[in-house]
């Protein structure tokens, strides 16, 4: 067994930060694409506020990096406090990946307030200590990179044959057998997780690669989506045929453009079907892959234009 170096915590004065309207998408949206940022909104007027600041503080510092604060002035930020519908302060909102995820409105009592941030951190695969078998889903994530699915399928195996609740491991069997093709077997084993991890990011993560496959095998020819949508832009379920075609093509990047134009010229298609593409999409890929940071963001900036 072997520890693993988790690294020195954030300096205190880089948790918690005030911030403005200039800011907001440096200080929030770009943040959240790699820590959950608590967001409280409130005004000097507001006596409540006075008190559930410094315990927002407090159960932020205590998390040790987990997640960072953010204060705003919604005096000084009405732009903003409009674009999210704030209607009473104290608010406040925790964001992961440029998009708010959980919030609460006026104050609470310090337990509660802990739980929340809690709630956020672990909703959002805050860190946790490293276990023992770090290094053999290291080894088995490698061996799947490099194509070598049964391979990692197995070591994935080994590593619940000693935690059969290893959320990583568990994640990554299923995304083996995807990577073979075995889409039935692979909706038997995320159907099969214990209901401790059936919530882990890591399971998330290949729940949205399984249903990407799915939508693979129904994919359409992309030079014709391509000439349906050059015809005819306005023709939004082409374009969303087109996007889902050249992802199942290998083509992500582009299947994320095509999914933001779509989002760009109309939100709420077929039930914000673009938007919930995206989330499938950025969910199953890693966190700090470029094509997930630049679209979150370029998601968000659609969003708060």
């Not at 954030?10 to 943040?31: G, R, S």
């Not at 960072?68 to 005096?75: E, Q």
């Not at 078998?133 to 399928?153: N, P, S």
């Not at 938007?275 to 979150?296: C, H, S």
Request: with cysteine.
């Amino acid at each position: 067994m072997m520890d693993l170096n988790l690294g020195a915590a954030p300096a205190a004065d880089d948790l918690i930060k005030d911030t403005t309207e200039a800011t907001f998408m440096a200080d929030v949206v770009d943040t959240s694409q790699t820590v959950p940022v608590i967001v409280d909104f409130w005004a000097p007027w507001c006596g409540p506020c006075k008190t559930l600041g410094p315990q927002l503080e407090a159960a932020v510092r205590a998390a040790k990096g987990a997640v960072k604060m953010v204060k705003i002035n919604v005096d000084e930020a009405q732009m903003i406090a409009g674009q999210l519908q704030i209607q009473s302060i104290p608010t406040v909102y925790a964001f992961s990946k440029g998009q708010p995820i959980d919030g609460f409105q006026g104050a609470l009592p310090e337990s509660e307030i802990k739980a929340f941030v809690d709630r956020v951190v672990k909703a959002t695969g805050g860190e946790a200590p490293g276990d023992g078998l770090a290094d053999a889903v290291a080894a088995a994530e490698e061996m799947l990179a490099e194509g070598a699915a049964a391979d990692a399928a197995q070591t994935f195996a080994a590593v619940l044959g000693e935690d059969e609740k290893h959320a990583a491991a568990y994640g990554g069997m299923v995304r083996a057998h995807i990577a073979m093709g075995e889409l039935d077997q692979a909706e038997a084993i995320l159907n099969g997780a214990p209901a401790e991890i059936s919530k882990a990011p890591e399971l998330e993560a290949a729940f949205a690669q399984l249903e990407l496959a799915r939508q693979a095998e129904g994919a359409g020819p992309v030079d014709e989506l391509k000439a349906a949508v050059a015809a005819d832009p306005d023709n939004n379920q082409a374009r969303f045929d087109l996007a889902q075609a050249l992802h199942a093509n290998g083509d992500v990047e582009g299947g994320v453009a095509e999914l933001l134009e779509l989002f760009r010229r109309d939100q709420e298609w077929n039930d914000g079907a673009a938007k919930a593409q995206l989330f499938t999409i950025f969910e199953a890929l890693k966190p700090n892959d470029p094509i997930v940071l630049n679209g979150r963001r370029k998601l968000s900036s659609i969003i708060f234009a």
